[in-house]
T-cell receptor, first 117, second 111 residues
């Protein structure tokens, strides 16, 4: 059974601090990893993708991947109240690896993040 | 700018009725996906579609469901004989490389 695990929270972080979100996955052969942000009643919005071990930075966001530990994390620096949302970790556990490959993503339940002003 | 739009935004139907949910890509895409999210639960993959064929489907995607691309642009999900437990948000997604982008969703309410 392919699983993605996240702490559901809520995770409460003061404004301006660093929010750290974590995710583990079950399939060691997974190749593609994504973080989505979902506001209540809205669709998931892609904020980061990562494919190689190490860190990937994009603005205030940093994704970290450790395939040996089957662990993905997302750091949000200088947290803003508008960052308050549910953050979904998604993993491509399929076998296709080129051009998208039409593999469905496996999502975690999400971590509810609250940024306190 | 969303990659796809979805209609309707909200659909209410009675148990046992058939519903068709529509997804319209903004530009040419090869791969399409349907996901659902029951209220308070995680996003679940239903099916992927490539070159007018189903590429992959999950255990959820049983004979009650079907997908097609009837006119080369719209991409539809049909649910036959809806059940109460089909009430959920249904998201269409398409991809750019490895990344999948979700449409705004259709809220399906089965009464």
């Amino acid at each position: 059974q392919k699983e993605v695990e996240q702490n559901s929270g809520p995770l409460s972080v003061p404004e301006g601090a660093i929010a750290s979100l974590n995710c583990t996955y079950s399939d060691r052969g997974s190749q593609s990893f994504f973080w989505y942000r979902q506001y209540s009643g809205k669709s998931p919005e892609l904020i980061m993708s990562i494919y190689s071990n190490g860190d990937k930075e994009d603005g205030r966001f940093t994704a970290q991947l450790n395939k040996a530990s089957q662990y993905v994390s997302l750091l949000i620096r200088d947290s803003q109240p508008s960052d308050s949302a549910t953050y979904l970790c998604a993993v491509n556990m399929g076998e296709s690896y080129s051009g998208g490959g039409a593999d469905g993503l496996t999502f975690g339940k999400g971590t509810h993040l609250i940024i306190q002003p | 700018e969303p990659e796809v739009t979805q209609t309707p935004s909200h659909q209410v139907t009675q148990m046992g009725q058939e519903v068709i949910l529509r997804c319209v890509p903004i530009s040419n895409h090869l791969y399409f996906y349907w996901y659902r999210q029951i209220l308070g639960q995680k996003v679940e993959f239903l099916v992927s579609f490539y070159n007018n064929e189903i590429s992959e489907k999950s255990e959820i995607f049983d004979d009650q469901f079907s997908v097609e691309r009837p006119d080369g642009s719209n991409f539809t999900l049909k649910i036959r004989s809806t059940k109460l437990e089909d009430s959920a948000m249904y998201f269409c997604a398409t991809d750019r490389g490895y990344e999948q982008y979700f449409g705004p969703g259709t809220r399906l309410t089965v009464t």
